[in-house]
């Protein structure tokens, strides 16, 4: 990469759940991400910035700030930045239809595939009873998830020492749990839905922190991820396909990990 420009270019990206602000964002790897992988468009589906988290404790290192400037340079290169706020970036919901250095803030959007499909773009959160109706157990619930995330940091610090591959605490309790499955199956059905009363093909989101791609009564379900965890994105090839991408190693800049979970129908 002696140009330094990135080795990989699709028709669209998206990037949800940063949680820029918080202690257990991996920012830093997803600016490394971002060295390597470029698109036409990027739409970041919410909790980029987790206003939560700086409200308890002020924390926003470097790394928080480089990922903010390299989207704003993304805009002055002509890529489209599209910003849909989620519940931890709530703040901006104040601010649909503007635009902050080129990047513009909507409350949802409609992606047009290749093939014509339609995708409703969406963070997700409406749709989650817990923190519509009980934001103190939200909280509660938040704290509690940056627990596990400490904890899952000291069990692989230990597993690197013994040459161990990454283990996410949390993605196993989310496919362990049946109260957890329950709820992801749950969220997906009624996202889903929502891009059915939308007159979409698909959905995309985040919020849940669980990336896939599935198809569900008929309509494409897709979720982005997140950056705290598993750093994953979703893109759209140029061709139409869509895939989950998995960034395993920041220092493995020209060989990124991809994980193939499914391709456009």
């Given at each position: 990469?002696?140009?330094?420009?990135?080795?990989?270019?699709f028709?669209?990206?998206?990037?949800?759940?940063?949680?820029?602000?918080a202690?257990?964002?991996?920012?830093?790897?997803l600016?490394?991400?971002?060295?390597?992988?470029?698109a036409?468009?990027?739409?970041?589906?919410?909790?980029?910035v987790?206003?939560?988290?700086?409200?308890?404790?002020?924390?926003w290192?470097?790394?928080?700030?480089?990922?903010?400037?390299?989207?704003?340079?993304?805009?002055r290169k002509?890529?489209?930045?599209?910003?849909?706020p989620?519940?931890?970036?709530?703040?901006?919901r104040?601010?649909?239809?503007?635009h902050?250095?080129?990047?513009?803030?909507?409350?949802?959007?409609?992606?047009?595939?290749?093939?014509?499909k339609?995708?409703?773009?969406?963070?997700?959160?409406?749709?989650d009873?817990?923190?519509?109706?009980?934001?103190?157990?939200?909280?509660?619930?938040?704290?509690?998830?940056?627990?596990a995330?400490?904890?899952?940091?000291l069990?692989?610090?230990f597993?690197?020492?013994?040459?161990?591959?990454?283990?996410s605490?949390?993605?196993?309790?989310?496919?362990?749990?049946?109260n957890a499955?329950?709820?992801?199956?749950?969220f997906?059905?009624?996202?889903?839905g929502?891009?059915?009363r939308h007159?979409?093909?698909?959905?995309?989101?985040?919020?849940?922190?669980?990336a896939t791609?599935?198809?569900e009564?008929?309509?494409?379900?897709m979720?982005?991820?997140?950056?705290?965890?598993?750093?994953?994105?979703?893109?759209?090839?140029?061709?139409?396909?869509?895939?989950i991408?998995?960034?395993?190693?920041?220092?493995r800049?020209?060989?990124?990990?991809?994980?193939?979970?499914?391709?456009?129908a």
């Amino acid at each position: 990469m002696s140009d330094g420009s990135p080795e990989r270019h699709f028709r669209t990206l998206f990037i949800s759940d940063v949680h820029l602000g918080a202690r257990g964002s991996q920012a830093d790897r997803l600016f490394d991400f971002l060295r390597v992988h470029d698109a036409d468009t990027i739409y970041l589906v919410g909790d980029i910035v987790d206003g939560w988290a700086l409200q308890s404790n002020w924390h926003w290192p470097q790394s928080h700030n480089d990922f903010v400037q390299k989207m704003l340079r993304k805009v002055r290169k002509g890529a489209r930045v599209i910003y849909i706020p989620g519940n931890h970036d709530e703040f901006l919901r104040s601010y649909y239809g503007t635009h902050f250095g080129g990047i513009e803030v909507v409350e949802t959007a409609i992606h047009e595939g290749v093939d014509g499909k339609r995708y409703l773009v969406i963070h997700g959160d409406i749709f989650d009873l817990v923190v519509q109706n009980a934001r103190w157990l939200a909280h509660l619930g938040d704290k509690a998830y940056d627990f596990a995330i400490r904890m899952n940091r000291l069990v692989n610090a230990f597993r690197k020492l013994f040459g161990v591959p990454y283990w996410s605490l949390s993605q196993w309790a989310k496919l362990k749990v049946k109260n957890a499955v329950n709820y992801i199956g749950a969220f997906e059905q009624t996202l889903a839905g929502e891009a059915k009363r939308h007159g979409a093909d698909g959905v995309i989101c985040g919020h849940i922190h669980y990336a896939t791609i599935r198809d569900e009564n008929g309509i494409r379900y897709m979720n982005c991820g997140d950056w705290v965890e598993s750093c994953t994105a979703l893109v759209e090839h140029e061709d139409g396909r869509f895939e989950i991408l998995t960034w395993s190693d920041p220092l493995r800049r020209t060989q990124p990990v991809a994980r193939v979970t499914a391709q456009a129908a």
